[in-house]
């Protein structure tokens, strides 16, 4: 279609970014994290990106039509391109069952006038840009985790990514709640001295008792937690070497192992030794300590998995689905065709 315009979206609680995709042909990421050394091909390239807030959860209001003016929003910020040919959007939140995807498709196809709307959660475009487009096992850790095997004859499989109450083990709020339980037991003495209690108090405040009560009417409370994680990272790397921190992060490490593990083993049965792709995103795994442990476990428990350095991240998984790629995720992707733009 001549003339027409193709959008590529990530978005998430705190962000939600857009993108112009150029020519669709394949071309070099940029903008999103690509592994120089990848051998893998890279995603189209983007004309122009554009962020905006994500997606932060009012009570009686529909998510749904947040997301959908969340959406619009960037799309305002880029300058209202258009005719649009297709929007590929891979969201967290409110996109995450089928009811409320087949809700905001075409929500998002009317207020754009899009031709095409592909809408996924995040972890579909995270592994289509993390593993560019191939099969295999890709485990995104941030403030929550996600894992998701994708099998080359379409087969899509989660483990994990069950909420900060019931999972996303190994992950930043995973990491944060326990240094902060670590740095009250090191403050009362029911556990170790650790240095995290000083960290913990020039974050929540002192004395840390007190001042931890308070800290529960914060309205941004999971994001807060979540943001000690780095506090424990680096606690535990070879400058402070606190063994405290040390353990939480080992053990994260070892849950973000298991998860991607299981996630190859169940997908992938009797694969051979080294050949089942793995790779990762997140800031979490960022962290030395913690993947030194994810990529140990992982060895140890999975001989078939062999890891890969990310060839890119979420936005690029989106452009290359707003591109047409031929990849094996699409049984998770709900397409929803509008009117054509004149």
């Known amino acids: 279609m001549s003339g027409s315009v193709r959008l590529a979206v990530d978005g998430g609680q705190t962000m939600l ?25 890279a995603a189209p390239e983007f004309v122009r990106q554009v962020s905006v807030p994500g ?6 209001e ?13 799309w305002e910020a880029l300058g209202r391109p258009a005719p649009v040919d297709v929007v590929a959007l891979g969201l967290a939140g409110g996109a995450s069952d089928p009811d409320s995807r087949r809700r905001l498709a075409p929500l998002v196809a009317r207020r754009l006038g899009a031709r095409r709307v592909l809408l996924t959660g995040d972890d579909v475009t995270t592994h289509l840009g993390v593993l560019a487009g191939a099969a295999g096992v890709v485990i995104a850790a941030g403030t929550g985790v996600a894992c998701l095997a994708v099998t080359t004859g379409g087969e899509l499989l989660n483990v994990d990514g069950l909420g900060y109450l019931f999972g996303d083990s190994g992950g930043g709020f995973s990491i944060g709640l326990a240094g902060m339980r670590a740095a009250l037991e090191g403050y009362e003495g029911r556990g170790p001295a650790t240095v995290l209690t000083e960290r ?38 070879p400058r402070e070497g606190d063994p405290v921190a040390r353990s939480l992060c080992l053990r994260a490490g ?6 991607a ?3 190859a083993r169940r997908a992938f049965p009797g694969a ?11 800031g979490v795994l960022a962290a030395q300590v913690v993947f030194e442990a994810f990529a ?20 690029a998984g989106a452009a290359r689905l707003a591109a047409g790629s031929d990849v094996p995720h699409l049984a998770n992707v709900l397409a929803h065709h509008g009117h054509a733009p004149s």
């Open 296 to 315: 140990a476990e992982l060895a140890a428990t999975c001989p078939a998995a062999a890891l890969r350095p990310p060839a890119g991240g979420s936005m």
């Open 55 to 60: 997606f932060q959860w009012t009570m009686g």
């Open 261 to 263: 593990a299981t996630a």
């Open 200 to 237: 913990a108090e020039r974050l929540v405040g002192s004395p840390l008792r007190l001042a931890i009560k308070r800290w529960y009417a914060s309205p941004s409370l999971v994001a807060d937690v979540a943001a000690f994680s780095a506090q424990v990272t680096q606690a535990a790397g």
């Open 272 to 282: 051979a030794r080294g050949s089942v792709p793995v790779s990762w995103a997140g």
């Open 62 to 74: 529909d998510p749904v039509e947040q997301q959908c003016r969340r959406v619009e929003a960037a």
């Open 254 to 259: 070892r849950d973000l192992g298991t998860s």
């Open 17 to 41: 970014r857009m993108g112009l995709l150029g020519d669709t042909s394949v071309g070099t990421v940029t903008g999103d994290g690509a592994n120089a050394g990848s051998t893998a091909p």
